[in-house]
Nanobody
Framework: QVQLKESGPGLVKPSQTLSLTCAVS??????????WSWIRQAPGKGLEWMGD???????HYNPSLKSRASISRDMAKNQFSLQLNSVTPEDTAVYYC??????WGQGIQVTVSA
């Protein structure tokens, strides 16, 4: 069974860059046909898919993020990362990494505040 765990700062200042990492165990991020996603849930709102990185390194993003998001991977460490630029308080949310939205990390609370 694949296990995922998010890590990163819990507090980010407005206009700065939010950086999160998802460590994967029990499976390889290069396994064929796998796609690894970042999903967030803001207070009082539903789940929002932010983007994903596939087994071959290709990436896809939610257009609503207006090119602020970037997903990358470190194959040697078997982990993938999210960077979100120019954050505002509206980016405050619990951030999750997932495999096909079936296996989920525990989530990490990120607050954007001065």
């Amino acid at each position: 069974q694949v296990q995922l765990k998010e890590s990163g700062p819990g507090l980010v200042k407005p206009s700065q860059t939010l950086s999160l990492t998802c460590a994967v165990s029990g499976g390889s991020i290069t396994t064929s046909a796998y796609a690894w996603s970042w999903i967030r849930q803001a207070p009082g709102k539903g789940l929002e898919w932010m983007g994903d990185i596939a087994y071959d390194g290709s990436t896809h993003y939610n257009p609503s993020l207006k090119s602020r998001a970037s997903i990358s991977r470190d194959m040697a460490k078997n982990q993938f990362s999210l960077q979100l630029n120019s954050v505002t308080p509206e980016d405050t949310a619990v951030y999750y990494c997932t495999l096909h939205q079936v296996d989920w990390g525990q989530g990490i609370q990120v607050t954007v505040s001065a």
